[in-house]
């Protein structure tokens, strides 16, 4: 019924986990209304369970009304999530006073729900947004209405209508309704506002009805909202068409049909501000059957078709719920002939070429768009800063300004863009908050963002700062070479879905790994313990019916299916690289193009990559790295690895030069003569040579990021020139495949050969701790070696992650130090090489280069 009438995405398993949320959760609501009406209620197991149902026919809340008298008719069928309400009730009514936070209900729900079900917070990726933040947001579309064309009506007049589109707790709704982003009532009486909320989450949606219903008990709301439970982005939301009346239902049916038709009214232009805080997955929700028209829409977001691939998986970020949110927003405002779309979204959007096309259209269409950058993202390298949002992404805020739709053939400048990088200004969580108050207050809340011009074509919306010849920088990088133009195929690398069972740094442990994996005398919570215990990262792989598919791919443990592995820069690994096994989980993609391409024995190679560098990393460092074996997804940070091999199989199987006829014509003369995979290497060491200099990663910063496609490389005309860099290039990259036998001296104090719960680092040497006292200390180290990075990785921190209990499963031996010594020489190389590859590259940009036609 709920599914029929309501939300046809609904399934058993999340109608069941919303009833228990809603449920458990009601009495923590429950409890603080208690206490305030105490002692005219007391707060006992019975008052609790009654709240819900007393509640639910209060306030407007009519999906609750339903499910609360299916719950008072049906309570034996509710089995376990009964018993726990119980629990739940008798625990709440034994603890005393008031529970620091639990007013605040926003956090509140935040902190339960990741509580209750982590994984189901992340893959809806809902994060509270701060109230301060809210309240800026709202007094800045505020100013915007007060400002010509639009006549100076306010937010807050009730004549204007407003549509939070994912309102989850009402935080939006709270700070529109009470009066403003100071908080303080506006004077009069209530209006009943054309201010609406919709929500598909059923306990958020609850808790903006009891937000709500609290501050117009205290008499702090000057608006009356209407809040409502919905999919905003199923097709007859988007396209305002009212279904089935509920006049033709009846009893519970009728309840949800009448609700389902007000949130399709709720969303019918003309709507003046679309705005909110829109969930962040990228887990694939609202697609397919019954979300056509989001879709469709969507296309003015994504590049041309002539200009698509098949697995493009720069399409595949414009599938995130935030930007369909986003899309939604601007169409009400584009059908209701102009209007303001404010949103919280990924800070990536404004700079991440998968949003390029993004970013073109709200140019081209819109006439103001305000940019507020607030958190860098927490996984790139860089100096750390405090998030105003409780989650690794960083986090912007989006307000585009469309004063009416253009008519009779006019032409559109482009919007005016403006800027304001809080992530700069404020180090602080509780500097970020006293901005947004501070700003809030002022009479202009968007006068101290500056006007600016994006630079690159791929129109990033932050200025480019620092860069006052940015301009000739970019006129001169777009004369080198493109990649995609020396390569004629590219393949990303290897996603196991599974890396903890596959792969390993030790041959011998990983075969261990597998045999009692496949041992089913062995409990899940013995292989657990033994194997995974302890990791970053765990999977549905490490147990029940997952562990059964793939152990009946184990009965017989294959030896020609181990292979070398590069699994992050300078460290090498082992995969047990069985296709079928990575087909058992979600997320394996083995590339079968790469595993052909790097077979053993073809002594191949190839570049690997990352597109957007600026995603790994704030520094200035390299993102490239050569490998000559099967290359992880990840041996860039963030999954972003792409590699052009010199030999790529064709159609029959066969390997065959992978450079362009373009390329090879152009390196005639420069390259040494030779069969196709000498050629071909050269050219990868010539690369990677040029990618490997401080003084070209320095000289281009901030164009890389600002121009389509992958990287581009200067070529020279001069052959010695050429070759001298080829060759340091191949020096480079034999270090950080292993093959240079240099090692960097280190000295040991205390004993090897134990199993090292974790490393610390202590001035320039590495501790190793175990069960908190040190084992061994490793010094020699130089303090640029230590903090190198690669491909988004500090690679003395990632390889010796690889080298405690949770990851190598035995004991750190002499063996293991070797390697480190090893890997330590081979990055003391790339920072030697530096001022020699600085003269060499400095001679190639000053000197005749070879350009593409």
Not at 9 to 30: D, E, H, N, P, W
Not at 248 to 273: K, N
Not at 798 to 824: C, I, M, N, S
């Amino acid at each position: 019924m709920f599914r029929t009438r309501l939300d046809e995405t609904l399934t058993v398993k999340t109608f069941s986990s919303a009833v228990a949320q809603i449920l458990v959760f009601s009495l923590v609501g429950a409890r603080e209304a208690l206490l305030a009406e105490y002692p005219r209620r007391a707060v006992t197991p019975d008052n609790l369970l009654r709240y819900f149902s007393t509640a639910s026919t209060r306030a407007g809340l009519r999906p609750f009304r339903v499910l609360s008298s299916i719950v008072a008719s049906a309570k034996s069928a509710l089995g376990p999530i009964s018993s726990a309400w119980s629990e739940a009730a008798l625990l709440l009514a034994w603890i005393q006073g008031r529970v620091p936070g639990l007013e605040d209900y926003h956090k509140a729900y935040e902190e339960f729900h990741g509580a209750y079900d982590p994984r189901e917070k992340i893959d809806f990726g809902v994060y509270a947004t701060p109230r301060e933040l809210a309240g800026f947001m709202v007094k800045g579309c505020d100013w915007i209405l007060s400002r010509p064309p639009f006549g100076g009506v306010s937010l807050h007049s009730g004549r204007v209508k407003i549509v939070d589109p994912g309102c989850g707790t009402g935080t939006f709704l709270e700070r529109i309704a009470g009066g403003g982003a100071a908080g303080s009532p506006v004077a009069g009486e209530v209006a009943y506002a054309k201010v609406f909320g919709i929500e598909i989450l059923p306990v958020p949606y609850a808790l903006a009805h009891m937000r709500l219903d609290t501050l117009r008990h205290q008499g702090n709301l000057v608006l009356e909202p209407r809040i409502l439970m919905g999919n905003s982005l199923s097709d007859p939301v988007v396209g305002g068409a009212l279904g089935v009346s509920s006049g033709r239902a009846t009893g519970h049916e009728a309840i949800l049909a009448a609700e389902f038709e007000d949130v399709v009214r709720a969303a019918q232009v003309p709507i003046t501000v679309v705005l909110g805080n829109p969930p962040v997955s990228d887990m694939g929700f609202n697609m397919g059957r019954g979300f056509r028209r989001i879709e469709s829409a969507l296309e003015d977001f994504r590049p041309p078709s002539k200009l698509r691939k098949s697995r493009m998986n720069l399409l595949k970020p414009l599938q995130n719920d935030c930007v369909k949110f986003l899309r939604w927003g601007c169409l009400k405002v584009e059908e209701s002939n102009g209007g303001i779309a404010a949103f919280v979204l990924p800070a990536s959007i404004l700079t991440d070429r998968s949003y390029a096309y993004l970013r073109q259209y709200l140019r081209r269409e819109y006439d103001g768009i305000y940019v507020l950058n607030i958190d860098r993202d927490q996984r790139q390298r860089g100096e750390g800063r405090e998030s105003l949002f409780a989650t690794q992404q960083g986090r912007a805020v989006l307000i585009v300004v469309k004063h009416r739709i253009r008519t009779g053939g006019a032409e559109s400048h482009g919007a005016r863009l403006f800027y304001y990088g809080l992530v700069d200004e404020a180090r602080t969580r509780a500097a970020k908050v006293e901005w947004l108050l501070q700003e809030s207050r002022a009479e202009e809340p968007l006068g101290k963002f500056s006007e600016f011009q994006p630079v690159g074509d791929l129109v990033p919306f932050v200025p480019a700062s620092g860069r006052v010849n940015l301009r000739a920088a970019m006129d001169q990088y777009e004369r080198f070479w493109p990649l995609e133009r020396m390569f004629t195929s590219r393949v990303s690398g290897v996603k196991t879905g599974c890396t903890g069972l596959l792969v390993h740094t030790d041959r011998e442990r990983l075969l261990a790994l597998l045999r009692d994996y496949a041992n089913e005398g062995i409990s899940d919570d013995a292989l657990r313990t033994r194997f995974f215990q302890g990791q970053v990262k765990s999977g549905p792989y490490q147990h029940g019916s997952v562990r059964v598919r793939i152990a009946s791919h184990l009965e017989r443990i294959r030896p020609e299916l181990f292979r070398v592995y590069a699994l992050r820069p300078f460290v090498r690994g082992v995969i047990y690289y069985d296709p079928a096994i990575m087909g058992e989980v979600s997320g394996g993609r083995p590339r079968p193009e790469l595993a052909q391409a790097f077979a053993p024995r073809t002594r191949n190679i190839g570049l690997a990559v990352a597109q957007t560098p600026s995603q790994l990393t704030e520094e200035t460092t390299s993102f490239a790295a050569v490998v000559s074996s099967l290359a992880d997804n990840d041996l860039v940070s963030r999954g972003n690895a792409y590699i052009f091999p010199v030999l790529f199989p064709d159609e029959s199987g066969g390997l065959v030069d992978n450079l362009t006829p373009e390329i090879r014509d152009a390196l005639t003369g420069l390259a040494e003569s030779g069969n196709l995979l000498d050629r071909g290497s050269e050219a990868v060491f010539y690369c990677y040579g040029i990618m490997s200099s401080d003084f070209y990663l320095q000289r281009f910063r901030g164009v890389i990021d600002r121009t389509s496609g992958f990287a581009r490389i200067p070529i020279t005309e001069d052959r010695e020139l050429f070759r001298s860099i080829a060759e340091e290039g191949r020096r480079l990259a034999g270090a950080a495949l292993g093959r240079d036998g240099r090692q960097v001296v280190l000295r040991i104090e205390g004993t090897l050969n134990v199993e090292v719960e974790r490393f610390r680092f202590e001035d320039l040497s590495v501790v190793a701790m175990v069960g908190g006292t040190e084992a061994f200390r490793i010094s020699g180290f130089s303090r640029q070696a230590l903090d190198y990075v690669a491909n988004g990785y500090p690679v003395i921190q990632e390889w010796l992650k690889r080298k405690t209990r949770p990851y190598l499963h035995r004991q750190f031996e002499e063996g293991d130090l070797r390697e480190l010594r090893q890997v330590a020489g081979a990055i003391q190389a790339h920072i030697n090489a530096q001022p020699h590859l600085a003269r060499l590259v400095e001679r190639v940009l000053t000197g005749r280069l070879v350009s593409p036609s």
